[in-house]
């Protein structure tokens, strides 16, 4: 029987909570006085922080030495295309109907969609080619990529902004929680720059050596 790491049932539970929350308020009858637009917003959210999450795990090792965190990646990013996929179904359905000429007007007056459709483009080849198999099939190209996930949550956040009531570049308007996404993802993006990352690595190895000292010295002190 698999057994289960705590940071894993956390995780996994952790991903499941905004659609149960969803679900509760669907039950409730609290889905605010425009239940398709808090849909919408939720489970895109939902899809941004759980791709913020995926990114944080590589710089979250470099500090803590926590290496388990890089086998939870490939697991964040299916939980985010999932939240992304049933964002974009909400919009067409929900919002549209699947009157698919409605939305490509829509679409062409309003370019946050693009960016965003285009981020979700780029998700699902990702998450196609997720697996073990594909890994092994594409060889280096596999790396390559999967780099794109550096142009999709900027992407990812570029629409959130461009679509809320303000001024992204102004720092106008509701704003502060794009900008407090744009703010972490360029702090990982800054402790993924290799000197900086190396740095990181010997501080914390310094540091560990120092505790491990620290540890073995003082039960071998006389009191």
């Known amino acids: 029987m698999k057994r289960y790491t705590p940071l894993q049932i956390f995780m996994h539970t952790a991903a499941w909570f905004p659609f ?14 425009n239940p ?32 388990e965190l890089l086998k939870r990646r ?13 964002h974009v179904i909400i919009f067409i359905n929900l919002d549209y109907g699947f009157a698919w000429s409605l939305f490509m007007q829509t679409v062409l007056q309003k370019p946050y969609i693009v960016v965003g459709m285009i981020a979700i483009f780029l998700m699902t080849v990702l998450a196609m080619t997720s697996f073990d198999v594909w890994k092994v099939r594409m060889g280096k190209r596999w790396k390559q990529l999967h780099d794109l996930i550096y142009y999709i949550a900027p992407l990812a956040i570029l629409h959130y902004a461009w679509g809320k009531k303000g001024d992204f570049f102004a720092l106008q308007g509701e704003i502060i929680k794009p900008l407090i996404y744009a703010i972490v993802f360029a702090v990982l993006m800054i402790l993924r720059i290799p000197p900086v990352r190396r740095k ?24």
Request: charged share 20%; hydrophobic share 45%; with cysteine.
């Open 20 to 33: 149960a929350r969803l679900a509760f308020e669907a039950f409730i009858g609290d889905l605010t006085a």
């Open 36 to 67: 398709i637009q808090h849909l919408e917003q939720r489970t895109g959210r939902a899809a941004i922080t759980l791709l913020i999450l995926c990114l944080a795990c590589t710089p979250l090792n470099t500090l803590f030495g926590w290496s």
């Open 74 to 86: 490939r697991a964040l990013g299916l939980y985010s295309f999932l939240y992304a996929t049933v």
């Open 200 to 223: 990181l690595s010997s501080w914390r190895t310094r540091f560990r050596v120092r505790f491990t000292r620290r540890v073995v010295k003082e039960p071998n002190q006389i009191p």
